[in-house]
């Protein structure tokens, strides 16, 4: 479902960013974009994280060093770059640059900050904003996961009201009541002529 969409929009959108709170169910689009939608190349970042089981390294994430993380921003290689929970997450700019040359459109799956970097890196980048069918269905979600502490989940619930609050900014609101929905959303966009010239 569309909440809203701004003027911004184009014909033959190239680069789709999705972000939104956590839990909302970002990652479930991505993997389900991944496995079904051909035309959309779901980009994958660079972490000095350590891969966890069954993490393979290309297809999940890159995998470096913090040294080499910090030798590619000195060199601009990247598009957004956050640090995180003591790792570095960053997308490299030449993977995307690439798809697009070969006529794919790019998902990006990052979080509201790289969303930002982004949109002052990449013109033509359109900025979707994945929202909660409710802010009380985001927090079931987000307790349900049964992984936090008390004191975490209460901090997880208080950063997604603040990242609830930017979505005023991006070019399109989608409710993610529906993964199908949403996915068919995206790959609407990606689908659609794109303008020359």
């Not at 904003?129 to 049964?146: I, M, N, T």
């Amino acid at each position: 479902m569309i909440y809203w969409r701004s003027s911004n929009y184009a014909k033959g959108v190239e680069l789709i960013v999705l972000s939104g709170p956590g839990g909302v169910g970002k990652s479930t689009v991505s993997e389900y974009l991944r496995k079904n939608a051909e035309g959309i190349w779901v980009s994958v970042s660079m972490t000095t994280r350590a891969p966890r089981d069954g993490e393979i390294d290309g297809i999940d994430y890159y995998f470096c060093s913090e040294s080499e993380f910090k030798a590619k921003i000195d060199e601009g290689a990247f598009l957004e770059w956050a640090h995180f929970a003591g790792n570095y997450y960053g997308t490299p700019r030449s993977a995307v640059a690439a798809e697009i040359s070969a006529g794919r459109a790019v998902l990006l799956e990052i979080e509201i900050s790289g969303a930002r970097q982004v949109r002052a890196a990449w013109d033509s980048a359109y900025l979707v904003f994945l929202a909660p069918p409710s802010f009380s269905e985001l927090e079931r979600r987000l307790l349900g996961r049964g992984t936090d502490t008390p004191e975490r989940a209460a901090q997880r619930l208080e950063i997604a009201h603040e990242e609830m609050a930017q979505s005023h900014w991006f070019d399109e609101v989608l409710i993610n009541s529906s993964v199908e929905e949403v996915a068919a959303r995206l790959i609407a966009l990606a689908s659609q002529p794109r303008q020359i010239g």
